[in-house]
């Protein structure tokens, strides 16, 4: 299942939800607001997305890799709004019968969420500045371009 929340992830309840005895392996991934990004210092997050669409495109990954790796469950949850450092942007669980499956998938599924879904992330910054941030620059897939207005 694929999921936009605008309210705060809790790690130990996503992962509790994965557990199933077909599985051998589960692997997870948290995307954190941290401190820095490109050598500024940064305060705080905010993300915005088209939900409709992204909803629809997260679902299509979500999808490719149950089938691409042969597992047993996925999901992947992404907030939205105003986040403060530390928070939990971006939650990947994955569960598999193999531990390989189970690394390569969440790996596949985080990339194309960031490639592909019309997610957009604005930096604010100590300095007072803010920016909508281009995943690309640090050696990401880039997010769609963010729309006018």
């Not at 948290?30 to 915005?48: A, I």
């Amino acid at each position: 299942m694929f999921r936009i929340s605008s309210t705060a992830l809790d790690p130990a309840v996503l992962h509790a939800a994965q557990r199933n005895v077909q599985a051998g392996a589960c692997v997870t991934f948290e995307g954190w607001v941290r401190d820095r990004n490109e050598g500024q210092p940064v305060r705080s997050l905010e993300y915005e997305a088209y939900e409709p669409l992204a909803r629809a495109e997260g679902e299509r990954i979500l999808a490719e890799a149950r089938e691409r790796f042969a597992l047993v469950g996925a999901e992947c949850i992404h907030r939205v709004g105003h986040l403060q450092l530390g928070e939990l942007a971006v939650w990947v669980g994955v569960t598999a019968e193999h531990r390989a499956a189970a690394f390569d998938a969440c790996r596949y599924i985080i990339d194309e969420a960031k490639a592909r879904l019309p997610i957009w992330k604005k930096e604010y910054y100590a300095s007072g500045a803010t920016a909508w941030i281009n995943c690309a620059t640090r050696g990401e897939h880039a997010a769609p371009a963010r729309p006018p207005g």
